[in-house]
Every structure is written in structure tokens, then in C-alpha cells.
């Protein structure tokens, strides 16, 4: 049996294999509880390659792990939710993106996870750091692809407002997205001003790297809210 330890030791090199489809078959034949913490460990990799896929094959993971055993996946939940509290003496970076592909991956855990996720908008749990934003606003926008009304449900469109007043023009960006996938109007005021930003965002989409632009993130969400055609990163 592969152990935690021998896990370790070898997931970097299965994450960079050119081939996802068949990395993950590979991690897919470990047990789940014994993966979980390489992966976590994985996320705060420099190597982006590896982070992201570490993120890809968590959600996938914990999938599973929810399908047979939904304490030990609220378990690893807790534990992703605590790395993002203060008291933990972290950062948790990549953590909101883990949450958010999850999520995303299982139906079970965004009804009990969702609004956590959501909160991290709100006062009480809000994210100062503009590279955390940056990681929620991808984390609320793959949550939205798959199952927009828990945004919806729990009034993100709302909280999500004050980001497109961001300083960071990343993060106005990446909020802009999700105001497109989820189809709101009243986003179109705010996005227009950032089309002809040339600010650079390397954005993951579905295993690969999209490298973009403020401004074509903005007119990218105008055109679907338009309903227009052509618009770029389809949900999975």
C-alpha cells in the first residue's frame, strides 16, 4: 500500500507528467486519506504547474473521499478553513482555490460548504491580502461554473460588488469574470472602464495556463453577460 510518506516523496514528479488524465489514474489508485496532505503540501509549491495541479487533483480526490466517507472529507475541510483563519499563524495560500474546485467537484460538500466559502467575502472572515482575493475570486468563479445558484443562493453577487472597486486590477478582473458567468447586468458598468487595461493575468483554466489581459477578461464578461458569442473559458 502506498503510505503518506512514500506519497511524498513522488507526487511532484506524477504532477508534472505531460499527461493529466493519466497522473491522476495514478493517484486515484492511492488511498485517499493518505494523499490528502501531499496534496495540501502541494499547493504551496512555487512551481505553478505542480500548485494547480495539486488543486485539480485534491477536488477530484476529495470527490471520491466525500462518496465514501463524508466525515473524513469535512474533516479535510475543516482543516483547509482553519489554514485560512489568523489564528492558525498561516497565509493559506492556494486555499480558496482548493475550496473552490472541490466544491465544484462535489455536489454534497458545496450544499454544507458553500456559504463558507462565500464568507470569506464578508467582515468577519474577509481576506485582506490581494493575492488571497485574487485565489477567492477564482475559487467563487469555479464554484459558479458548475453550480451558480449557491453564489446566488447566499447573495455572493452582493458581496462581490466591492471587489470590482479593487485596487487591484487583477482582482477587479477576476471578479468581473464571475459577475459574467453568472450573468449579472449590473457588473457591465463597472467592467467597461478596464477594457483597454493591458495589465497581464495568467489565468488556469481546465489544466492549462490562458495568459490574458485585464481587459480582455472584462470584455470577455461583458460578452456573456451580452449573451454575445465567442466568449472565452467555458465551464468544464
Known amino acids: 500500500m502506498m503510505t503518506e510518506r512514500r506519497i511524498k516523496k513522488i507526487l511532484a514528479n506524477v504532477l508534472r507528467q505531460d499527461d493529466f488524465d493519466q497522473a491522476m489514474a495514478e493517484i486515484r489508485s492511492w488511498p485517499a486519506k493518505n494523499t490528502i496532505s501531499p496534496l495540501l503540501s502541494s499547493i504551496y509549491q512555487t512551481d505553478e504547474r505542480i500548485k494547480w495541479r495539486a488543486i485539480l487533483a485534491l477536488g477530484r ?17 475543516r482543516r483547509i478553513m482553519w489554514s485560512l483563519n489568523e489564528e492558525s499563524g498561516g497565509i493559506g ?25 462565500i464568507s470569506y467575502m464578508r467582515e468577519q ?18 464554484l459558479a461554473e458548475v453550480y451558480p445558484e449557491k453564489l446566488l443562493e447566499f447573495d455572493a453577487d452582493g458581496y462581490m460588488e466591492q471587489y470590482l472597486e479593487s ?70
Do not use: C
Open 93 to 117: 495560500w492556494g486555499m480558496p482555490e482548493a475550496m473552490g474546485e472541490i466544491l465544484a467537484r462535489n455536489r454534497a460538500l458545496a450544499d454544507e460548504f458553500g456559504h463558507i466559502l
Open 61 to 77: 480526490v476529495m470527490d471520491s473521499l466525500a462518496r465514501t466517507d463524508m466525515e473524513a472529507a469535512r474533516i479535510v475541510m
Open 167 to 236: 485596487a487591484d486590477l487583477e482582482v477587479r478582473a477576476l471578479a468581473g469574470r464571475n459577475f459574467g458567468i453568472l450573468g449579472i447586468r449590473e457588473a457591465v458598468h463597472w467592467l467597461r472602464p478596464l477594457f483597454d487595461s493591458k495589465q497581464p493575468v495568467r489565468l488556469f483554466v481546465h489544466d492549462d495556463f490562458v495568459d490574458t489581459t485585464v481587459g480582455e477578461l472584462a470584455r470577455q464578461a461583458v460578452a456573456r453577460i451580452e449573451g454575445r458569442q465567442g466568449v472565452a473559458f467555458p465551464a468544464e
Open 125 to 142: 472572515s474577509y481576506l485582506e491580502l490581494p493575492q488571497l482575493q485574487r485565489g477567492l475570486m477564482w475559487g467563487l468563479g469555479r
